[in-house]
């Protein structure tokens, strides 16, 4: 099993219902976007460009998006290209319109993520492991690229490996009360 495999079928533990997958499309990419639009105030001029902190952010995990799969980490890259902009002209918005709305949006993403662990009875997946944080936005791109009908057998491997892990989570569970 690759590392890509294991992170997103140990995400997948967390994410089996439907209902939960489609709120994650999106809450992920508000949380996403929000945190870039926050992070992208923040920066130092460096040769005529302005290097922004959502700059390093975005580099940074597409890297280990890359790491993990290079055509996954070429769709994020291009995926944070065409947003960076957008949230860079939100973050030269004067102060409380752009903390507004970075946070609107922020808090709107995490209300899209409760009511989805509401119907999968699950807690989110970061509160046992940090990385799963970094590892959603890449579920929501890999889901996307199922729903649309590539790499099928990545689905497969992740889905029955997702669907034990599950399964030991749930006896864990009963065992405990």
């Known amino acids: 099993m690759t590392k890509l495999e294991q992170l997103l079928s140990q995400y997948a533990a967390y994410h089996l219902d439907q209902k939960n997958i489609f709120t994650h499309f999106i809450g992920i990419p508000l949380i996403v976007f929000s945190i870039i639009c926050l992070t992208a105030r923040a920066g130092i001029p460096l040769a005529g460009f302005e290097l922004t902190l959502a700059l390093l952010l975005m580099i940074a995990s597409c890297i280990y998006y890359f790491s993990l799969d290079r ?40 209300l899209f993520q409760f009511v989805g662990h509401y119907y999968e009875k699950k807690k989110p997946a970061f509160l046992d492991d940090v990385i799963g944080l970094a590892i959603g936005p890449l579920f929501v791109l890999a889901e996307f690229v199922f729903l649309l009908g590539f790499r099928k057998d990545l689905q497969q491997r992740m889905l029955v490996e997702a669907r034990k892990q599950r399964t030991a989570m749930d006896a864990k569970t009963v065992d405990i009360t």
């Open 71 to 110: 055509i996954f980490g070429i769709v994020m890259l291009v995926i944070f290209a065409f947003i960076y902009p957008v949230a860079y002209q939100i973050a030269q918005m004067q102060m409380a319109s752009w903390f507004s709305l970075s946070i609107g949006i922020f808090v709107v993403g995490w």
